[in-house]
């Protein structure tokens, strides 16, 4: 079973800020917050993912809270083609790859002109 | 390159013929993964490979049958598959080490008749 929970669907304005929640208050001292994303009948595309630290990078910033019990996802200017359901996953750091992402129901984000 | 590419994109068959679906990467990755996507669900994880060994298979119907030939390559055989089985089928890949990230093919459409 999926260890995160989100809201079920959001809506954000063009050029605004889209700011995603997930709770994860399970998670393990060794397990990663990952975040993808899938656009209607593509594969997932990997957005970002961090430990504790907050993380950065050309797509969007993740911020973990200092209890790691939550993060959000920040797309900082969203546009019509950042509507997706947005998936949160926590992972254990395994280095064999038997560990691999599962899946919750994610986020449904519409961006609306 | 984070590519991982599926052949074919779309596929129909009936409930007597086999096919293969297949899934290739370079990126050196030695862990593969096959998952289902049903219509508006997430996708659910179907096998695991390992440094081309099954690891895990979650209770795939016999079917489904997984091969990893070499490093790069994995194929998925089809045999009197089931209308229910039509989905989305995705393969995914993932580099040693606890925080790799894991890359997704654009998947196979598959329709059952």
């Known amino acids: 079973d999926a260890k995160t929970t989100q809201p079920t669907s959001m809506d954000c304005a063009e050029g605004r800020a889209a700011n995603l929640p997930c709770n994860h208050s399970t998670i393990s001292g060794n397990e990663y917050v990952y975040w993808y994303r899938q656009i209607h009948s593509q594969g997932p595309q990997y957005i970002i993912h961090?430990?504790?630290n907050n993380e950065t990078n050309e797509m969007a910033s993740l911020i973990i809270t200092e209890d790691r019990k939550s993060s959000t996802l920040i797309l900082p200017h969203a546009t019509l083609r950042d509507t997706a359901v947005y998936y949160c996953?926590?992972?254990?750091?395994?280095?064999?790859?038997?560990?691999?992402?599962?899946f919750g129901k994610g986020t449904r984000l519409s961006v609306i002109a | 390159d984070t590519e991982v590419t599926q052949t074919p994109k779309h596929l129909v068959m009936g409930m007597t013929n086999k096919k293969s679906l297949k899934c290739e990467q370079h990126m050196g990755h030695r862990a593969m993964y096959w998952y289902k996507q049903k219509a508006k669900k997430p996708p659910e994880l179907m096998f695991v490979?390992?440094?081309?060994?099954?690891?895990i298979n979650e209770s795939v119907p016999s079917r489904f049958s997984p091969e990893c030939p070499n490093s790069s390559l994995l194929n998925l055989h089809l045999h009197a598959l089931q209308p229910e089985d039509s989905a989305l089928y995705l393969c995914?890949?993932?580099?040693?080490?606890?925080?790799?990230?894991?890359?997704f093919g654009p998947g196979t459409r598959l329709l059952v008749l």
């Open positions: 996953i926590v992972r254990v750091a395994d280095l064999s790859g038997n560990t691999p992402l599962v």
């Open positions: 995914a890949s993932r580099g040693a080490g606890g925080r790799e990230t894991q890359y």
């Open positions: 490979y390992s440094y081309e060994k099954l690891s």
């Open positions: 961090g430990l504790k």
